[in-house]
């Protein structure tokens, strides 16, 4: 481990530019924050090219950073008010890594045949992102696309949103919508639009039985959802279903609505086979 590196350290300034997403795309690498992330990114065998560190957090994580030192990170040593600055949030927890990009291209993503996949179109609220990502994760999806404009997932509150599931499952970056779904027919899976304005909900018992089928699920933006043309992309468009007075869902709750709908459906005709 160094010393304390000051503000003017060089590698403290380019863990700095990784805020901008100019700067995350030219050096393929973003920043993860929290023992949680930085451990999530140990295990899963992300490039962690260094490590900062609070005294504190040193004390408190000294195994993880003891493992991570055994590799080639380098570990920084730098005061509170300068991990602030770095982590970008309320109450920084002492630990930041710097990451290498971990997302994979769309043909690799589906090389497995996958059983579930999310498919981001023009999500823009990381935090939004990272909790679909999170609950794809949970539900057992096989990938997760970010596709056409949708935000960048190593924005760093997108990041924190994953809770680590950015490192458990492949994720595709930047292929337009239509590309995705032809790539995912090709592969054998059902394309199905999340749209709350379909005929069709998730209650009806022929829906429920076709989600027992391999099946990609779109997402469409936070504010309009996904617009027409694209919803005609998909093979068929489902509604969550609204019981109460509330106008909508959150575009995270209604998404981990979809994904486990689809996970209980194949898991109950696997079961009965």
């Not at 699920?217 to 007075?245: K, S």
Request: hydrophobic residues 50%; charged residues 20%.
């Amino acid at each position: 481990m160094t010393g304390y590196v000051g503000a003017h350290s060089p590698r403290l300034k380019a863990a700095r530019r990784l805020a901008k997403r100019a700067f995350r795309d030219r050096d393929r690498a973003f920043l993860a924050e929290g023992p949680q992330a930085v451990g999530e990114a140990f295990a899963h065998g992300a490039v962690i090219a260094d490590l900062f560190v609070t005294a504190s957090a040193r004390r408190r994580h000294a195994d993880l950073i003891d493992a991570i030192a055994a590799g080639v990170t380098q570990i920084h040593l730098i005061n509170d008010a300068t991990m602030g600055e770095l982590a970008q949030t309320v109450t920084p927890q002492g630990l930041l890594a710097v990451c290498g990009f971990v997302d994979v291209t769309l043909g690799d993503a589906l090389g497995g045949a996958p059983r579930l996949v999310a498919v981001l179109a023009n999500v823009r609220d990381p935090g939004n992102a990272g909790t679909v990502l999170r609950a794809a994760d949970a539900a057992g999806a096989a990938a997760v696309i970010f596709a056409d404009a949708s935000v960048d997932p190593y924005n760093a509150k997108c990041v924190r949103a994953s809770a680590g599931s950015l490192f458990h499952l492949p994720v595709v970056v930047g292929v337009r919508l239509a590309e995705a779904v032809s790539e995912l027919r090709a592969a054998g899976l059902r394309v199905v639009a999340a749209d709350g304005r379909a005929g069709r909900s998730l209650d009806e018992p022929d829906v429920r039985q076709r989600l027992a089928a391999r099946t990609a699920w779109v997402f469409g933006n936070e504010a309009w959802g996904l617009p027409p043309e694209l919803v005609t992309l998909t093979d068929e468009a489902v509604a969550v279903p609204i019981y109460g007075r509330a106008e909508s869902l959150n575009l995270a709750t209604a998404a981990a609505v979809c994904l486990y709908a689809s996970a209980r459906s194949q898991r109950v005709n696997e079961n009965s086979v």
